[in-house]
């Protein structure tokens, strides 16, 4: 049986008569990047505070890379990286120095973190301003060097708070392909952003959390079907096909005009196979197919906004 990189069970955390987190569960497999969503105050920064044995928590089981969070604290923090939203890079210091200081602090042998220090600096494109001040790299520089001194202890497990704050969309990218390449190696990101995009592009699976407790969680794809909207929109060559299919499947809005029908669907391989098994049945010809599901945004905002309607 495989051991998962985190299995958190009923995480409670609170500051005097505030509940930050209220009975969380977590599982995140090994090798895959799993996102934490939610809206300002609803525990994020927390839950990766504790995870990372920066505070304790109240109550609740935590295990982290195999290790028990509350008995083996020194384990954890062996076996895990943090990237933080505010870069740790010291920008007096070159960047070549920057991964050195982190290999001493490592406690690699000199020899050893030399070769690690260039190692990552190859890796992650940063050669020709190994010998500048960090203070003179760009945003994304920054925090691609941030990412690699994360790395000079070959963690196992990688949180990533932000990762992609204020950078350009090309350095967000780049970033996202430094992302993947780490779990191609085996390492587990757990992911914290405020761009829905991101999670949506990068995580294995996503979990929403608000107000303390997670009211939501499963794969991009599954999260976008918990809420209507969606729909597959078939277009035809004429107005006679456009008809007999309103007439065949009993459902959908049709746009006399463009020649297309709106069918309410979660979207799902299913729906699509049987809504178009049924057309041939009938042997109507589809000219175009499209399927239209909400995006992670539409998730976001309808499952927090009945969350605060439910608690009120």
Excluded: C
């Amino acid at each position: 049986m495989t051991i998962p990189a985190i299995a958190a069970n009923g995480l409670r955390k609170s500051y005097g008569d505030k509940v930050v987190l209220d009975g969380v569960d977590l599982t995140v497999p090994e090798g895959t990047i799993f996102s934490l969503l939610g809206p300002n105050g609803a525990g994020k920064t927390t839950t990766v505070q504790i995870l990372s044995t920066l505070i304790p928590a109240d109550g609740g089981t935590v295990q982290v890379a195999g290790h028990d969070l509350a008995r083996r604290p020194d384990d954890v923090r062996g076996a895990i990286g943090v990237t933080g939203q505010y870069s740790a890079v010291d920008k007096l210091l070159t960047g070549e120095e920057n991964l050195l200081l982190m290999a001493d602090l490592r406690h690699l042998s000199r020899k050893d973190g030399r070769r690690r220090a260039a190692e990552l600096l190859e890796r992650f494109d940063l050669v020709d301003a190994a010998g500048k001040p960090a203070g003179t790299y760009s945003g994304g520089m920054q925090r691609r060097l941030d990412l690699a001194m994360t790395l000079v202890g070959d963690p196992r497990l990688i949180f990533l708070d932000e990762p992609t704050t204020g950078l350009d969309p090309r350095s967000r990218r780049s970033m996202w392909q430094i992302v993947r390449e780490l779990v191609r190696d085996g390492v587990t990101i757990f992911l914290t952003t405020q761009y829905l995009e991101e999670a949506d592009e990068l995580a294995d699976r996503i979990a929403l959390l608000d107000g303390g407790r997670l009211i939501a969680e499963g794969t991009a794809e599954e999260l976008k079907r918990l809420i209507p909207g969606g729909h597959i929109e078939l277009t035809f060559a004429d107005a006679h096909l456009l008809g007999t299919a309103r007439n065949a499947l009993g459902a959908g809005v049709a746009d006399p005009e463009a020649l297309t029908l709106q069918v309410p669907s979660d979207g799902s391989v299913r729906a699509v196979r049987e809504l178009l098994a049924l057309l041939d049945e009938r042997s109507i010809d589809v000219a175009e197919m499209s399927v239209h599901t909400p995006d992670l945004d539409d998730v976001f905002l309808t499952l927090t906004g009945q969350q605060k309607e439910n608690t009120r």
